[in-house]
């Protein structure tokens, strides 16, 4: 692959799950320097904490051999996204020729609406007149769940004023991407579905969606397991919709190289050509939560006592489960090539996918 090298990238969420895979694929694909806005934690230092992210990372997707590139090619740029950043700390930025915008709140709850808002609508902002006067192309990380339509085939075309949007979180991704598309500097959207740990070590770093889900059922059967035993639940979801899961190394290759590549102006999808239906990933997660498989029931089934809790518990998942959606990867696709994404996603990988992270729970709970 040719190597783009020359000036710098300015990345954001470089210690999230994405933003991390970035980071390695822009290190892997470029000659260039990365600046990463991170914030300090406790102790630890903006430029520690993103040096330990990314290399705990390479590690885990089996790229260790790339500490010696973060330890030399990575700079922690201090900031965070729900405020202006400070001007002397940008006087320390060199050129840069793309930012790639991968930071923000994936909090769903109403709670947090202001808070989620602050970072990633006017945090988007602010990185916007940032770009503007670096005279840098915009990269967004935004999500597939602001699809314009509920069901069917979802183009990777601007957002749709009357598309139905979930929760605080879907609805800044999608006024983040308003601003972004009437933003003057060049542009690109990128779009993934749902992300899981990479494709061959089957590790992540933080743990959303998929992991979300296992983590609430499991909850629930520590709270009402007995009322579960020996009986098959119902719960909400299109038994034979399709489910779209995507590798973080896979969706990190892709946004790199469309972020290079493609043309601005235009959305992208980061979609898995393979997928698994409702009703076996259903079965796949109570299985491995020690639960016997639900029913599938269309959303607005009159349902009583365990099973109302249970969907009650699982609300904002099952929503999710009901839709029919597909994501059309054509301008992806004419991009990277048409196997863009195609890791096998099925009932063993998925089993892989929660064992890897059950591993990781269980190992941060044993005493040291
Ligand atoms: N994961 C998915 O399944 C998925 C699917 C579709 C789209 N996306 C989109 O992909 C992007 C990355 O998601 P992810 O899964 O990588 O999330 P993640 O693992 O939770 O990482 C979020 C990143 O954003 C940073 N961040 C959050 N609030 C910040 C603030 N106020 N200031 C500075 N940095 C802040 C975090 O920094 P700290 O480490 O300091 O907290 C972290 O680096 C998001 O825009 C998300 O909407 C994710």
Redesign the pocket.
């Known amino acids: 692959m040719h190597r783009a090298g020359g000036q710098a990238h300015l990345v954001?969420?470089?210690?999230?799950?994405?933003?991390?895979a970035v980071v390695l694929q822009l290190l892997t694909d470029t000659d260039s320097d990365i600046w990463c806005?991170?914030?300090p934690?406790g102790a630890r230092a903006a430029r520690q904490?993103l040096h330990q992210?990314l290399t705990r990372a390479a590690r885990l997707y089996g790229m260790a051999d790339t500490a010696d590139a973060i330890a030399r090619r990575c700079h922690a740029l201090t900031?965070?996204?729900?405020r202006p950043l400070d001007p002397g700390t940008l006087t320390a930025l060199p050129e840069i020729s793309h930012i790639w915008?991968?930071?923000?709140?994936?909090r769903a709850e109403e709670l947090f609406a202001d808070q989620v808002r602050?970072?990633?609508v006017e945090?988007t902002r602010r990185l916007l007149d940032l770009c503007r006067g670096l005279g840098a192309h915009f990269n967004y990380?935004?999500?597939?769940?602001v699809a314009p339509r509920r069901e069917g085939l979802q183009h990777e075309a601007p957002p749709d004023a009357t598309s139905v949007l979930h929760n605080v979180?879907e609805r800044s991704?999608r006024e983040a991407e308003l601003l972004v598309m009437n933003s003057p500097t060049p542009w690109r959207i990128l779009?993934?579905?749902?992300?899981?740990g990479h494709s061959h070590t089957y590790a992540a770093?933080?743990f959303?969606?998929l992991y979300a889900f296992a983590r609430r059922l499991h909850r629930f059967r520590r709270a009402y397991g007995a009322a579960l035993e020996d009986r098959r639940p119902a719960l909400v979801g299109a038994a034979t919709a399709e489910v779209h899961f995507?590798p973080v190394d896979q969706v990190a290759r892709n946004a790199v190289h469309v972020g290079l590549h493609g043309a601005t102006g235009y959305f992208y999808h980061l979609a898995n050509s393979r997928t698994l239906n409702v009703a076996d990933l259903y079965t796949t997660v109570f299985r491995w939560s020690g639960l016997l498989p639900p029913h599938c029931v269309p959303a607005g089934t009159p349902l009583a006592g365990p099973d109302r809790e249970l969907n009650r518990h699982m609300a904002g998942f099952t929503d999710y489960f009901s839709r029919r959606e597909r994501f059309d990867c054509t301008r992806t696709q004419a991009v990277v090539g048409p196997q863009a994404m195609s890791m096998p996603m099925d009932t063993t990988t998925l089993t892989a996918l929660l064992d890897w992270y059950g591993q990781q729970v269980s190992r941060s709970r044993s005493p040291a």
Request: positive net charge; without cysteine; glycine residues 14%.
């Open positions: 954001t969420g470089a210690t999230g799950l994405i933003g991390a806005l991170t914030r934690r904490r992210e900031g965070n996204l729900d915008h991968s930071g923000a709140s994936l602050e970072v990633n945090g990380v935004s999500t597939a769940s979180y991704k779009r993934p579905v749902m992300v899981v770093t933080t959303s969606g995507a």
